[in-house]
């Protein structure tokens, strides 16, 4: 009920106004000289137009309203009428301007027809021809706010009607938003609100169509879903104003399919996205393997989407069951460290074939205990450049694969010693069993990292020299002993 207080305050006003002044002066008397299409006044040395086409008048949403109602303080018999402040005050019966026109904020200090475009009711509504936002043939019906908006926002318009958004909008699609269906919002800086709120106020404006309306949602909700549940959303909501959300991914008025080529989520795009705040990852994956075969135009190269997902909502790819039977994988393994992504792709031979790339079970046939390698070695310790600062996006070729098995079998005895009696066996193999066993290299103390060879080895050298020490000692003894006996005799 009190929130149609304001419209009843107005029509008060206007019918006070309307009841003073009936024996005093109606629209007829204005119009006989203001219908006149050549009459107009010179101000600061311009000629100021003071026509009213009548017809405009009449379908106005003030056609009930004498001019007077408007044009206050002005004397009919007097030319000039008024001296001064000519404008008129809108604000007299329109409040709360600027709860309605969140997109231009400084409405608060509206008037009429003074100040800049931001703040003058006549530049957007007109003067005598004003009619609803929603009379369908108004300029300001959200229908039309593109064309209208753009006569000050030019740039804006520019982009806006390149985008999915103005695309679908022509091919009537009822959902597709227009400028005013964005920005009766709070989403922009000119908002009085944090830099926080305003994000999540663009946040929930994109999930209102994206995750609800179901015409858009089919396409989209299975990755949006969970979209404050990832890494950005959660960051955002913990108040992190950095973390990325809709339009710092998609942009802003330039929203493009993924499959348009100037798309900004495009496949050979994306990875400029992700740079603006992940610059050195980005670096990395465009010295990359990958990086560098997406930027040859490699369609089969994965991006930064492809292993990290889009909106948290990592899709698992499908993986023949005869890959994981072949190769000794175990699917949950694969996929808890991330390595289905690797393997989706370099299982594929029809894929591998074509760029002369062996698939993963073929590539590992020279590991021994290869399941067991599967379930402690992820993917990117290998083929991933392991020197400071150990840069796990930066994948390398296959001919420059690191193959330092000795930085995970260092890590204890019994891991140095598999490795130690592995490299025997690819020895003798090599090398037959006399050079390959008996003329190996010497055995040395602490080499091997065997912990049970090792103590036999340093018992026995303990051992060896408590004999000596005991077997001086006794000769020692007995040598003082048998002079002593010598002495005596003498």
């Avoid at 019906?141 to 006569?151: A, D, L, P």
Wanted: glycine share 4%.
């Amino acid at each position: 009920m009190f929130k149609y207080l304001p419209i009843l305050f107005a029509f008060l006003y206007i019918v006070s106004f309307s009841v003073q002044n009936t024996n005093s002066q109606s629209n007829d008397d204005c119009l006989s000289c203001h219908s006149d299409p050549d009459i107009y006044m010179e101000k600061n040395g311009r000629k100021v137009k003071l026509h009213v086409r009548k017809f405009e008048l009449a379908r106005s949403v003030h056609s009930k309203m004498l001019c007077i109602n408007c044009h206050v303080g002005f004397k009919a018999d007097d030319i000039p009428h008024k001296e001064g402040d000519l404008s008129v005050n809108c604000a007299n019966c329109h409040s709360n301007l600027i709860g309605k026109h969140p997109w231009h904020p400084s409405m608060a200090k509206a008037t009429g027809s003074k100040g800049g475009p931001d703040i003058n009711c006549v530049g957007c509504h007109g003067s005598h021809n004003i009619q609803s936002p929603g009379n369908p043939n108004s300029p300001l019906h959200f229908t039309n706010s593109t064309e209208f908006c753009g006569k000050c926002h030019s740039d804006v318009k520019k982009e806006h009607l390149q985008s999915e958004h103005s695309i679908q909008y022509v091919a009537h699609n009822p959902n597709a938003p227009t400028c005013i269906y964005c920005h009766k919002q709070p989403i922009t800086k000119g908002n009085q609100i944090s830099e926080l709120q305003r994000k999540l106020n663009q946040e929930k404006l994109c999930l209102s169509c994206h995750l609800h309306i179901t015409f858009i949602s089919s396409q989209y909700a299975n990755s949006l879903i969970n979209y404050e549940k990832s890494v950005h959303g959660s960051a955002l909501l913990a108040g992190n104003t950095k973390a990325a959300m809709c339009v710092d991914c998609h942009g802003t008025h330039n929203l493009q399919k993924a499959s348009h080529p100037e798309s900004r989520i495009n496949h050979f795009n994306i990875h400029n996205v992700c740079n603006s705040c992940h610059s050195e990852v980005s670096t990395e994956y465009i010295q990359s393997v990958h990086g560098k075969s997406l930027l040859s135009g490699n369609l089969d190269a994965p991006n930064c989407t492809y292993c990290h997902g889009e909106h948290n909502i990592q899709h698992v790819p499908d993986i023949p069951s005869a890959v994981f039977t072949k190769s000794g994988m175990k699917f949950n393994v694969v996929v808890n460290n991330k390595m289905v992504y690797c393997v989706a792709c370099h299982s594929d031979e029809s894929m591998m074939n074509k760029y002369g790339i062996a698939t993963v079970e073929k590539a590992h046939r020279w590991l021994p205990r290869i399941s067991s390698h599967w379930d402690r070695v992820r993917c990117i310790d290998c083929h991933s450049s392991i020197e400071p600062p150990n840069r796990s996006h930066d994948i390398l070729p296959p001919e420059k694969t690191v193959k330092r098995c000795e930085t995970c079998h260092s890590m204890n005895s019994m891991l140095m010693n598999t490795l130690y009696r592995h490299q025997k066996s690819l020895s003798r193999e090599k090398y037959g069993f006399i050079n390959g066993t008996i003329l190996s290299d010497a055995y040395v103390i602490g080499v091997t990292r065997n912990l049970y060879l090792n103590l036999v080895s340093i018992a026995i050298f303990v051992l060896t020299l408590l004999g000596i020490i005991i077997h001086a000692s006794l000769r020692a003894y007995f040598s003082l002993k048998r002079k002593k006996i010598a002495e005596k005799k003498v």
